[in-house]
């Protein structure tokens, strides 16, 4: 993977682990406890212990250590968190853009010598009870991480992960699949034309296909001119095939060494056993070495440039004509600099988070773009820091204005300073960060600390946030402009600063391919007949290599019988307050209370929900009661954790045709704060403001522009999404909701030029949902709270009791379920049925500017209370594993592709993927090899331990119930599916392969996503978009 910082944290928040209460309760010394007892210059298995640490404020206990031998640093966080984490990071400075330390993160990942098997990596997800495993590559480390709850897998996935760091084959072949090689069109036909083919030269093309990508990567580049910084790690795609394999083994014997490395471990296993294997199977044949990989830092300008690049134009770009990215980029301090480090980021959040930040209000507001800038604010990934400001969706007449205000503002903010309540508010945000238990924790901690500690920052240091705020608190309170001389210095009166623009050129991908097909051309020209056969020779090897049946028994593995039979009862209570029903959820939340609340859309006319996602994005950005926009920005900042809404779908349990839909409140908020939070929503649902066009305008804008972007980087959930469409009536909403047609609904509306018809739709749409009688809510907090937080929830229902009134469902076929499926007399939630409901098969094919496809194929199957699902569930991870990976990755060099169950469909996918009608023939073959009964014991036994790391992967106090309340899935259903999952064999896999998944036998969708294409445009079977 390669590693962009901005939506790798993004998705660090989708993440979901647990955080182990319950273990240190039970434990008489906790982990944190005995940690404390190492000492400073103790000896430990080849280790000398340099620094023993308390960090309270994130309950653990840090100790530093370096490996007396060769060098290597080691930090350990000790915390009674099961989850444990093992990460380790190389220091890997590249001077040009063939992407080598991207291709050889790949490639370690192929085969070691202890494990000479192919892809052990991958092999490894079927082997073990993992909640996280993979590799980074960033601008300048690479980071190889791994977590599991299980002592015996830590052990097995750490030597695995040792081996291939630091034992890897390299062999030629890996090079060939992972990063480039010539090939036959046709591998099998020495007459088809040569192309270029691999793993990552494929992943950059999609990756680069996404302009806001290209614009942080050239932003970058051209910041830091003079290193490592100005090359692509990731690999331009045009530069890839100037990588040689010498070239590449000559790479890793300099980075990947003890001497280059930086180890963490985290969570409540001890620390010694980790020392001891780390030391035997690894450290220990090293000797030190000088790696020389120190990152100079940046000579600096003595005066600001200005550059320009171009990109593809978007067809979905909210305005075709407002397609420039404008921003202003600076160069900041050293980022080893803790303190310094955490005043620039909170600078950075009051320059430009929320409506009332100046630079929000002076470029968002004016509507001169539709958003920032992809890169904006503080960014401390590399060696020395930046800061970004500028819009994106702009006029080519407008950046010239554009450039001017972020000047007049960086004047303002130096004048006037920031209010006090606004800094506040921020520290306010930190300190819910803090106690917010998040069950990834030791993976946010890995990627929190890495930059920092790749330059030799002190980790330790960083950890001890509370200090830094102390400290900042102080700085403020001895000099009240504090904050504007940083300004000055950073920004008025720093000369190293670059102005970026971007604007699309009509034959910018034409161009790109010319450029490929020259490169391409050049090399072909000079291959001889005897290189051509070999070639072709090659090809063929690679082809059979990859259809080897291979042999992994070298390979740890846990056993079926490793994983847990029973899952812990979650218990929840359920009762009502005025007359809504409410779920109680008792968990040790830290001092924070969770609410949640939903709100079913039974009553709302069919035509306005496709302005339903709308509504939940802007419902609670427009201003309530007494509060205009920017003051309910600062009360929810101030009293509360946030406060969103979103749409919901949810496919019955029992029927396919028979759906639940919704908007799912969520908010949270420091236990003092009840009264403030409830406050909030009872004037959302009281008097939320409509009228404000131009505020309406600007969120409508931000939307629009966020979907259009997210395309090429989910591009397969599109596709998911679309082929699922017309085969469950859920299928359908979900498209409404988060699919293609919402992307060019928000796009038509963005370029209305009235928005009146909106202000009027977003009052009756609020009136159908924010209705007492069609809700229901949850509160998850400490047991001490529980009743409080339960009286401030029922003044609430109270406050909102006037929008209660009795409407008449727009569908006919209403069903009732109790909430509590044991309960019958209890509250009830209600379904709609559509008995009538007609699958229909299509095939769709949306054209995009993108060079790779995103392919899926999605089929209607059972939903999860049927006996079959556990069946399909195992075929669709064991088909992904023994099959698609192989067939779609491996030989069709797409980055990703497999099959999943969910929502009562079986559906197949593939992502960024030179293939169409290819990878649609795979998964058509993947269903024939499930039907053939062509594998073994062992691989449904991986399969198992494969879908149970998943079904086991810890929950977040805060989402604990949270099944149960939204799909009345309760933990007597979970058991049950468990114990079918325990139960699937060979002949159930065969047998659902052949009911479900034969041509005869289903209907599904086909879509995809991709460039144009000739073959599917000639086939009127397809319907193009
Ligand atoms: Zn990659």
């Known amino acids: 993977m390669f590693r962009q910082t901005k939506s790798v944290l993004q998705k660090l928040q989708y993440l979901s682990f647990n955080g182990q209460q319950h273990t240190w309760r039970l434990k008489s010394t906790s982990a944190r406890e005995r940690a404390l007892q190492y000492q400073p210059g103790q000896k430990i298995h080849g280790f000398t212990v340099k620094e023993v640490v308390a960090v309270p404020d994130l309950f653990l206990t840090a100790v530093k250590l370096t490996h007396n031998k060769t060098g290597a640093q080691y930090l350990h ?46 092999k490894m997800l079927n082997r073990s009870l993992s909640t996280f495993m993979n590799a980074f590559t960033a601008s300048d480390y690479t980071m190889y991480p791994f977590s599991t709850q299980n002592g015996k897998d830590f052990q097995n996935l750490l030597s695995v992960y040792l081996d291939a760091v630091f034992f890897p084959c390299l062999r030629e072949q890996d090079f060939w699949q992972e990063g480039w090689r010539l090939e036959n069109e046709d591998p099998t036909d020495p007459n088809s034309p040569l192309m270029y083919k691999g793993v990552v030269f494929n992943e950059m093309k999609g990756a680069f296909s996404d302009n806001e990508r290209l614009y942080a990567q050239h932003l970058q580049n051209k910041l830091y001119p003079d290193h490592t910084y100005s090359v692509v790690s990731g690999g331009e795609p045009l530069a890839i095939p100037d990588l040689t394999w010498e070239q590449l083994k000559q790479f890793h014997a300099t980075h990947y060494h003890p001497s280059n490395a930086r180890f963490f471990t985290y969570g409540d296993l001890p620390l010694e056993p980790h020392l001891k294997q780390i030391q035997e199977e690894a450290l220990s044949k090293f000797d030190r070495i000088d790696p020389k990989t120190e990152v100079p830092s940046q000579p600096r300008w003595t005066s600001p440039k200005e550059d320009h690049v171009t990109c593809s134009p978007d067809p979905l770009a909210p305005d075709p004509n407002k397609q420039n990215t404008v921003c202003v980029s600076y160069l900041l301090g050293d980022i080893t600099d803790a303190f310094e480090g955490l005043t620039l980021s909170l600078l950075s959040s009051l320059m430009i988070s929320g409506p009332n930040s100046p630079f929000y209000k002076s470029l968002i507001e004016p509507k001169l773009g539709t958003d920032f800038s992809s890169v904006v604010g503080y960014d401390g990934s590399t060696k020395e820091a930046s800061f970004s400001i500028g819009l994106q969706g702009v006029d080519e007449e407008d950046i010239e204005r554009v ?4 000047s007049q503002t960086i004047d303002k903010i130096i004048e006037n300073g920031f209010e006090e309540r606004r800094i506040e508010a921020l520290i306010h945000k930190l300190e819910i960060q803090i106690k917010h238990q998040t069950t990834n924790f030791g993976l946010s901690l890995a990627s929190y600390i890495a930059s920092s500690w790749n330059h030799d920052g002190d980790p330790v240091e960083l950890l001890r946030i509370s200090d830094s705020v102390a400290k900042f608190r102080q700085a403020l309170k001895e000099n009240p402009r504090f904050l504007q001389e940083k300004v000055r210095q950073y920004f008025k009166e720093n000369t190293h600063r670059l102005t970026l623009s971007m604007s699309p050129e009509e034959s910018y991908l034409e161009k790109q391919a010319k450029a490929e097909e020259e490169k391409l051309q050049k090399k072909i020209d000079v291959l001889s007949d005897s290189d051509r056969k070999q070639i072709y020779e090659e090809g063929l090897e690679l082809l059979a290599a990859q259809s080897q049946t291979q042999d992994v028994s070298c390979l740890p593995a846990l056993k079926v019988s490793d994983i847990e039979p029973t899952i812990p009862i979650t218990p929840v209570q359920i009762s009502t307050a005025g007359g809504v029903p409410v ?144 085969l469950t009536p859920a299928g359908d909403l979900q498209e409404t909701f988060g699919g293609m047609e919402q992307v060019t609904f928000m796009k038509r509306t963005a370029a209305m030029a009235d928005l009146s018809q909106i202000i009027r739709t977003l009052p009756r749409i609020k009136i159908h949902l924010f209705n007492p009688d069609n809700m229901r809510c949850a509160i998850n907090s400490t047991p001490e709270k529980v009743s409080d937080a339960a009286a401030h929830l029922e003044g609430f229902i109270k406050d909102v009791a006037k929008n209660r009134k009795e409407r008449k469902p727009v569908r006919p076929n209403i069903i009732e379920k109790p909430i509590n499926p044991l309960d019958d007399n209890g509250p009830r939630r ?79 996918y593939s992502y960024r993927d030179p293939n169409t009608v290819q990878t649609l023939s795979a998964f058509g073959n993947g269903i024939e090899w499930a039907k053939s009964g062509k594998f073994t014991q062992q691989d449904i036994d991986e399969a198992k ?39 699937v064999d060979h002949k159930n896999l065969v047998d659902v392969a052949e009911r479900y998944l034969s041509a005869g036998q289903k209907t599904c969708g086909v879509v995809i996503l991709g460039p144009e294409n000739d073959v599917i445009k000639k086939d009127p079977s397809w319907i193009i978009k």
Request: a neutral charge; glycine letters at 8%.
């Open 830 to 908: 209600k379904l709609i049925s559509e008995p009538t409901f007609h699958p229909c098969p299509m095939k769709t094919f949306f054209q995009m500017p993108f060079p790779v496809n995103f392919v899926s194929e999605s089929i209607r199957a059972v939903p999860f209370s049927h006996k079959d699902y556990a069946s399909l569930c195992i075929l669709a991870r064991m088909m992904t594993a023994k099959f698609l990976h192989g067939e779609i990755r491996e030989k069709g060099g797409a980055y990703g592709g497999g099959a999943k169950t969910g929502g009562g469909l079986f559906t197949f």
């Open 77 to 122: 966080a000790a915390r009674d968190d099961s989850n444990n984490l093992f990460s380790v990071q190389f220091r890997t400075t590249p001077m040009d853009s063939t992407g080598v330390p991207h291709i050889l993160e790949h490639t370690v990942l192929c085969g070691s010598e202890k494990y000479p098997c192919r892809d052990p990596f991958f």
């Open 403 to 406: 450039k001017q205000i972020i």
């Open 583 to 726: 779920q109680y959820c008792e968990q040790p939340t830290n001092g924070l209370v969770y609410f949640r609340a939903l709100c079913n859309l039974n009553t709302l006319p069919e035509d306005l929900r496709v302005f339903v996602p709308l509504f939940c994005s802007v419902i609670t950005k427009m201003g309530c009661g007494a509060l205009d926009y920017r003051q309910q920005a600062q009360q929810m900042e101030l009293r509360t954790g946030g406060m969103s809404v979103s749409t919901q779908v949810i496919t019955d349990c029992n029927e396919l045709d028979t759906y639940e839909q919704g908007v799912l409140l969520s908010s949270s908020c420091l236990e003092r704060n009840l009264p403030h939070m409830f406050q909030l929503w009872s004037d959302i649902f009281n008097s939320p403001h409509f009228d404000d066009e131009e505020r309406l305008r600007v969120l409508v804008m931000q939307s629009a522009q966020e979907l259009a972007n997210g395309i090429a980087y989910s591009g397969h959930l599109y596709a998911m999404t679309r082929a699922g469409r017309h």
């Open 945 to 983: 331990l494969s879908v149970f790391s998943a079904v086991d992967s810890p929950v977040a106090p805060a989402d604990k119930g949270m099944g149960q309340f939204l799909s009345g899935v309760t933990d007597e259903m979970k058991q049950s599916h468990r114990q079918r999952l325990f139960a």
